[in-house]
T-cell receptor
Framework: GAGVSQSPSNKVTEKGKDVELRCDPISGHTALYWYRQRLGQGLEFLIY????????KSGLPSDRFSAERTGESVSTLTIQRTQQEDSAVYLC???????????????FGPGTRLTVL | GNSVTQMEGPVTLSEEAFLTINCTYTATGYPSLFWYVQYPGEGLQLLLK?????DKGSNKGFEATYRKETTSFHLEKGSVQVSDSAVYFCALRKGYNKLIFGAGTRLAVHP
């Protein structure tokens, strides 16, 4: 079956512009995560959606970052007024989480490489 | 807070050599521990996991044992292949599902 897909695969933008990144999770997966991977570093958690619960936004680095998810489908991560330090690979993952037990495997998409000039 | 530290790369080995990539963690309680792998041009994939102390995760010839006394989860493989060349990430999960990753270790295996 289809895995997690993300678009675009690459995005080059100018400082100060807004960008939208899209994630299509695996069908039926209730949980969706966004992570950021800066060059040479590990992944940083950004935000987590679980069903209709309020999202966990604790990892968002500033109020320029926001994300939405409609039901258990597509999610978009928006970065407003981009800065050069926002350059990174943005990864999306989804999982089928049962009862909040947190034991299910996260499946990752290929990522969107964002370059802010 | 919770954190993961793994050995810096790159690690360069000849085919059939023994591999160890060290990983230690800081966390309260009993986190679940993971190794993820990122092959060139591909997305991150779960390699193996362990959910409690003394558990051994294994997959594709790789193994890692959850050692609570040393707060470690070192990745090992007895005989690496060129196809194992990738970046390996150690991670822990505490609570619902948020993963905390190490910085990654690049492995290059030469014939």
């Amino acid at each position: 079956g289809a895995g997690v897909s993300q678009s675009p695969s690459n995005k080059v933008t100018e400082k100060g512009k807004d960008v939208e990144l899209r994630c299509d999770p695996i069908s039926g997966h209730t949980a969706l995560y966004w992570y950021r991977q800066r060059l040479g570093q590990g992944l940083e958690f950004l935000i987590y959606f679980q069903g209709n619960s309020a999202p966990d936004k604790s990892g968002l680095p500033s109020d320029r970052f926001s994300a939405e998810r409609t039901g258990e489908s597509v999610s978009t991560l928006t970065i407003q007024r981009t800065q050069q330090e926002d350059s990174a690979v943005y990864l999306c993952a989804s999982s089928f989480t049962q009862g909040g037990a947190g034991t299910d495997t996260q499946y990752f998409g290929p990522g969107t490489r964002l370059t802010v000039l | 807070g919770n954190s993961v530290t793994q050995m810096e790369g790159p690690v360069t080995l000849s085919e059939e050599a023994f591999l160890t990539i060290n990983c230690t963690y800081t966390a309260t309680g009993y986190p679940s521990l993971f190794w993820y792998v990122q092959y060139p041009g591909e997305g991150l994939q779960l390699l193996l996991k362990a959910t409690k102390a003394d558990d051994k995760g294994s997959n594709k010839g790789f193994e890692a044992t959850y050692r609570k006394e040393t707060t470690s989860f070192h990745l090992e493989k007895g005989s690496v292949q060129v196809s194992d060349s990738a970046v390996y990430f150690c991670a822990l999960r505490k609570g619902y599902n948020k993963l905390i990753f190490g910085a990654g270790t690049r492995l290059a295996v030469h014939p």
